[in-house]
């Protein structure tokens, strides 16, 4: 008796055992980064040493740094904690975490959950804002690793699951390139940067939630090609 072939809607379970393997390196991934730009932003925080802040929102890069004159804007970021040299140890401890979870345990279950409960706690201990967003990016592609991608499925069509399939690796090298190059370029050419304004932001988080998309697709992509190839030889 032939088998139906799938067609792009039909949720295909994924193999018995297999994780979602682009999701796992993206999820593992972009964690370990957000927790290094947690730890960027806390040890920022602990030159300004045992001072008061003036308010919850904070910038992690003390005087002589001016908000408007540099293209990070001194790496804003928001604390709960009344000194500045704590809120830089516990951002720290906290990346860590982040770090350690993200590279051995994301995959576990509710470990996605986990590391988007760690990424809201890095961003209320000084972590910074971009530290916070990418953590939950890869939270949330760390809660895909074992799904079946049954709403992608229904909503991506299958040209567009297949050309962001083709991206994937190369939107996570981009993405992981970018940043320290911003870096750079921020250096030799801050007034360059600064008249970027927005679209920045605009690439540091559009390159990772790119990365994200890449992987999903990636993986949907495999365990298609894997159940139509295991119904033609049945």
């Not at 995959?107 to 953590?135: E, H, P, Y």
């Amino acid at each position: 008796m032939s088998q139906a072939t799938p067609t792009g809607h039909q949720a295909i379970p994924v193999p018995g055992g297999v994780r979602n393997s682009a999701t796992r390196i993206v999820a593992s991934t972009v964690g370990v980064f957000a927790g290094l730009l947690g730890i960027e932003h806390g040890y920022f925080e602990t030159l300004q040493g045992n001072v008061t802040p003036g308010s919850i929102l904070i910038f992690a890069m003390g005087p002589p740094c001016q908000a408007t004159r540099v293209w990070n804007g001194c790496e804003p970021a928001m604390t709960i904690m009344p000194n500045f040299f704590v809120t830089g140890v516990l951002a720290i401890i906290v990346s860590f975490i982040v770090i350690l979870w993200a590279a051995a345990f994301v995959q576990r279950k509710n470990g996605g959950l986990v590391l988007i409960l760690l990424s809201i706690t890095l961003f209320l201990v000084g972590g910074g804002f971009a530290s916070a967003v990418v953590g939950i990016f890869a939270g949330v592609a760390g809660t895909r690793i074992q799904a079946p991608f049954t709403w992608w499925r229904a909503h991506l069509s299958v040209n567009s699951r297949r050309f962001l399939a083709t991206l994937w690796p190369w939107s996570l090298i981009a993405y992981l390139l970018w940043f320290p190059g911003e870096w750079i370029l921020g250096y030799f050419f801050n007034e360059y940067l600064l008249n970027l304004g927005l679209m920045s932001l605009f690439l540091d988080l559009g390159l990772g939630l790119l990365a994200v998309l890449t992987g999903f697709a990636y993986d949907i992509q495999r365990q298609t090609d894997t159940h139509q190839a295991s119904s033609m030889s049945g």
